[in-house]
């Protein structure tokens, strides 16, 4: 089946594909070492994007600054109601959204992009100070949502993506009906005491020790063909949370391809994070920048690696404005998918309380 096909009710539109970067010498036997492209990332995505029920428009939105971003939007039609956008978190892409895009675009319009550096979005060379990589970042949301033509929105982020969408709300509050930050990342500062500090999951203990100082996924481009093991040795419980939709590894496939091309977003990540954990410009010492009217709910899986007393320490902070934290049970920090119905559920009584 080809790219500019209809899908069930779905609508695809023709996109050529961004060419690979150059990487340096390297670039002349890499790419045939290591079992990637970005037309094979564009295939499996394909797949996943079959599973929507919904109709939905998937092509590149072009910046004025040349760089693209990769955007799939859902039930275009719903006009009435303010659109929800969302911010997928490091090393994701909008396909992993997959369990909650027909739900939660069945009454309104829904946008999910790759992040500038992710997916199949350009892969431009980021500033290497963590505050550049960070404006360069909310800068190119911006940009995305000018061209789009979106007037106001509810953000949602997960993760990384979460520290993104409370960066771009203290800049661009008029932008944001409700920012709405899942398990984000990167807002505790790092406590003085170890013993204060929660054990990160295995496989974040796992790439640390094998890579130093290296990009954080870098293991996966330096392994060639033995990468997409690597994804299923590492993250067996992605095929698990997806088990509904995909009883192959598309999933697996997907995360390789998306984290095996140029680290653009990655590199920038890292001059963003002191460690795996915590970022250099951690956002608790700014979250009171964002306009007190902006009304922000924190969600949070219940056996997540991530400190959950941040949502406490918002609320201290923002005292005169509308803060909620909740914890979701049987849920880790990929709470979108490890209990989806109830994270739609909650997440469309959120926008419902905006119109």
Same mark, same amino acid.
């Given at each position: 089946?080809?790219?500019?096909?209809?899908?069930?009710?779905?609508?695809?539109?023709? *996109?050529?594909?961004?060419?690979?970067?150059?990487?340096?010498?390297?670039?002349?036997?890499? &790419?045939?070492?290591? &079992?990637?492209?970005?037309?094979q990332l564009?295939?499996?995505?394909?797949?996943?994007?079959?599973?929507?029920?919904?109709?939905?428009?998937?092509?590149?939105?072009?910046?004025?600054?040349q760089n693209k971003i990769w955007t799939v939007?859902?039930?275009?039609?719903?006009?009435?109601?303010? @659109?929800?956008?969302?911010?997928?978190?490091?090393?994701?892409?909008?396909g992993l959204w997959i369990l909650n895009m027909d739900s939660l675009s069945a009454r309104r319009t829904l946008h999910t992009f790759d992040?500038?550096?992710?997916?199949?979005?350009?892969?431009?060379?980021?500033?290497?100070? @963590?505050?550049?990589?960070?404006?360069?970042?909310?800068?190119?949301?911006?940009?995305?949502?000018?061209?789009?033509?979106?007037?106001?929105?509810?953000?949602?982020?997960?993760?990384?993506?979460?520290?993104? *969408?409370?960066s771009y709300s203290i800049k661009y509050p008029e932008r944001v009906k409700h920012l709405i930050l899942v398990d984000p990342w990167g807002f505790p500062l790092r406590p003085t005491d170890p013993s204060e500090i929660r054990a990160p @999951?295995?496989?974040?203990? *796992?790439? *640390?020790?094998?890579?130093?100082?290296?990009? &954080?996924?870098?293991?996966?481009?330096?392994?060639?063909?033995?990468?997409p093991g690597l994804v299923q040795r590492f993250r067996p419980d992605f095929k698990r949370k997806f088990a509904d939709f995909f009883e192959d590894d598309t999933i697996s496939e997907y995360i390789y391809h998306c984290n095996a091309q140029n680290p653009s977003g990655e590199t920038a990540f890292k001059a963003?994070?002191?460690?795996?954990?915590w970022a250099r410009r951690p956002m608790l010492e700014r979250i009171h920048l964002i306009r007190?009217?902006? @009304?922000?709910?924190?969600?949070?899986?219940?056996n997540t690696w991530i400190d959950t007393s941040t949502g406490k320490k918002v609320k201290m902070q923002r005292p005169d404005s509308y803060v909620r934290d909740m914890e979701i049970e049987g849920a880790s920090h990929h709470v979108y998918a490890d209990q989806p119905h109830i994270f739609n559920a909650v997440v469309e009584e959120i926008c419902n309380s905006v119109d």
């Open positions: 089946m080809g790219w500019l096909s209809s899908t069930r009710q779905g609508l695809f539109t023709m *996109a050529d594909d961004l060419e690979q970067q150059p990487q340096g010498w390297l670039s002349s036997w890499l &790419p045939a070492w290591r &079992p990637t492209s970005m037309s564009k295939n499996v995505e394909a797949r996943i994007l079959q599973c929507l029920q919904n109709k939905f428009l998937a092509r590149y939105v072009s910046l004025p600054n939007t859902v039930s275009p039609e719903q006009k009435d109601r303010t @659109p929800l956008v969302m911010v997928h978190g490091f090393g994701g892409g909008v992040l500038l550096g992710f997916g199949r979005s350009s892969r431009p060379t980021f500033p290497r100070d @963590p505050e550049g990589a960070e404006d360069e970042f909310v800068t190119s949301i911006e940009t995305w949502r000018e061209t789009m033509g979106i007037p106001t929105m509810i953000l949602l982020g997960h993760s990384l993506g979460g520290f993104l *969408a409370t @999951p295995t496989w974040v203990k *796992a790439v *640390a020790s094998v890579l130093g100082r290296s990009n &954080p996924l870098a293991v996966l481009r330096v392994a060639g063909p033995w990468g963003m994070m002191e460690s795996f954990g007190k009217d902006v @009304p922000i709910t924190m969600i949070y899986g219940a």
